[in-house]
Nanobody
């Protein structure tokens, strides 16, 4: 079992940057594949990024590729640059026991644990 707590959300102007963090409890954090999803009002939860256990492979949604970077050490991070108003959403951190590979890691059903989310608002 792992508990996930996100932080770092906030209000930022378009073109700005934010860095989200996800702290995980439990000694086996390094054994989980980690991901970030987001959900905007009235929309389904969508994949943002994922990183495998070793941090060697990363995956991104086309909409954030080149702007967002996922990384991990004792926590998992999402560096978000060149933010756009359409990036406004609640961002969720999640963990999976299994490395299903791509593209299955873009499916929220592949993840076993979820954080409560952190709000990101990008103003135009």
């Amino acid at each position: 079992q792992v508990q996930l707590v996100e932080s770092g959300g906030g209000l930022v102007q378009a073109g700005g940057s934010l860095r989200l963090s996800c702290a995980a409890s439990g000694r086996t954090f390094s054994s989980y594949v980690m991901g970030w999803f987001r959900q905007a009002p009235g929309k389904e939860r969508e994949f943002v990024a994922a990183i495998v256990r070793s941090g060697g492979n990363t995956y991104y949604a086309d909409s954030v590729k080149g702007r967002f970077t996922i990384s991990r050490d004792n926590a998992v991070y999402l560096q978000m640059n060149s933010l756009k108003p359409e990036d406004t959403a609640i961002y969720y951190c999640c963990a999976s026991h299994w490395d299903y590979g791509w593209p299955l890691l873009s499916n929220p059903n592949q993840y076993d644990y979820w954080g409560q989310g952190t709000q990101v608002t990008v103003s135009s």
